[in-house]
Every structure is written in structure tokens, then in C-alpha cells.
């Protein structure tokens, strides 16, 4: 497969913190970046997307922010609340393979009340 | 609007079996997009359907394989069953944007 996931980093904040997850993408050609949610039981969920010629974007409660020099990115969640517990998978994808999207490992949200 | 569906839910088979899963996309969506989700590997990309014809594939081998009807719904067969095939797999459909709407998954167990 293209996608290695063998261990699932871990965060842990308080309710009402806010929340960082972090994610390394791997082909300096991606141009779309997307952030998923997946709670247990369910498929994932689309939270907010970027494309390449942007570094920051935000939606309500979350803001994704893009470094394409060290193909970094970024998901910030403001305001944790015990619904947003799940796993978070970072998805890179290029313009050439439409729809061909890579996922990362994914890393797991927990929230503390 | 009803989102993707997936059936069945849950899935036991034994090993040198074949399975049969199927999608259905949201309606309006040409393009289905099939997914293996597990603990070790993480979710990787199977294949991609748009109107009927695979536009993208992923390193699986041969046992795997769909198909993409008229009316956009997908299904997807894994032949000769072994334990590995043990997975979430997940189908998502999307408008051809980028924008993928997944689905709940089919739970297969391979004994």
C-alpha cells in the first residue's frame, strides 16, 4: 500500500483547550491537503481542505495552516469539546492523480472533561 | 440527501472465500473510491471509479477488484479471501471534486 500507519500518535487536552495535530506529508508535489475526522464505528469525515497556493485557512473552530517548505501542516481546533474525540488523518493529493488521495497515519484526539 | 451507503455492515468469511462489497453513492456522484482501513497499514487507497471506468488503482494485487455501474453504484470483490484481507474497507463517493463523502464501512473478518 502507499499509506504506512504503524503507530497512531496520541493527544490528550482538556476540555475547553485548544487542540494541535500536526502532520509530515511526503510528496513535495501535493497540491491539496485535506483533514479528516473519523469517530469510532464511522467512515471519515471531511473537517477542512487547503490547496497548495494558500497557508492558512480557517472554518468554524478550526484552522488549517500549510508550510510547504518543510511539507508540514497543520490542524488547530479552538474551544476543544468532548465531540470532537476521534482520529485525525491529514490527506495529501496532486492535480494528476484526481481523486487518488493519501492518506497519514492518523492521530487520535482524546478530550478530557 | 441520503449519504453513501454500504452494504452489508459486517462481514465474517473464511479463508479462500470471495466477497462481494457494495456502495452506493450519494445520488449525483459519478465517482466512487474504494478504501482498506487497518490498524497496521492505516487507510489506503484500492481504486477509483468514475463513470463506469477505473481512472486510479492502488497497490493491491489482482484479488481485488470492482466495477462501477450505470447508475453510479459500486461494488467491490476480493477473491480468495486470505487473513490479511481482515479490514475496514470504505467507499466515498464525490462529485469529481476533491471533496470525498465517505461511508460507514463494511467490517470483513477473514477466518
Known amino acids: 500500500g502507499e499509506s504506512v500507519g504503524l503507530h497512531l500518535p496520541t493527544l490528550s487536552v482538556q476540555e475547553g483547550d485548544n487542540s494541535i495535530i500536526n502532520c509530515a506529508y511526503s510528496?513535495?508535489?501535493?497540491?491539496?491537503f485535506i483533514w479528516y475526522k473519523q469517530e469510532s464505528g464511522k467512515g471519515p469525515q471531511f473537517i477542512i481542505d487547503i490547496r497548495s497556493n494558500m497557508d492558512k485557512r480557517q472554518g468554524q473552530r478550526v484552522t488549517v495552516l500549510l508550510n510547504k517548505t518543510v511539507k508540514h501542516l497543520s490542524l488547530q481546533i479552538a474551544a476543544t469539546q468532548p465531540g470532537d474525540s476521534a482520529v485525525y488523518f491529514c490527506a495529501e493529493n496532486t492535480e494528476t492523480s484526481y481523486d487518488k488521495v493519501i492518506f497519514g497515519p492518523g492521530t487520535s484526539l482524546s478530550v478530557i472533561p | 440527501k441520503a449519504g453513501v451507503t454500504q452494504t452489508p455492515r459486517y462481514l465474517i468469511k473464511t479463508r479462500g472465500q470471495q466477497v462481494t462489497l457494495s456502495c452506493s453513492p450519494i445520488s449525483g456522484h459519478r465517482s466512487v473510491s474504494w478504501y482498506q482501513q487497518t490498524p497496521g497499514q492505516g487507510l489506503q487507497f484500492l481504486f477509483e471509479y468514475f463513470s463506469e471506468t477505473q481512472r486510479n488503482k492502488g497497490n493491491f494485487p489482482g484479488r481485488f477488484s470492482g466495477r462501477q455501474f450505470s447508475n453510479s453504484r459500486s461494488e467491490m470483490n476480493v477473491s480468495t479471501l486470505e487473513l490479511g484481507d481482515s479490514a475496514l474497507y470504505l467507499c466515498a463517493s464525490s462529485l469529481g471534486a476533491f471533496e470525498q463523502f465517505f461511508g460507514p464501512g463494511t467490517r470483513l473478518t477473514v477466518l
Open positions: 510528496n513535495s508535489a501535493s497540491d491539496y
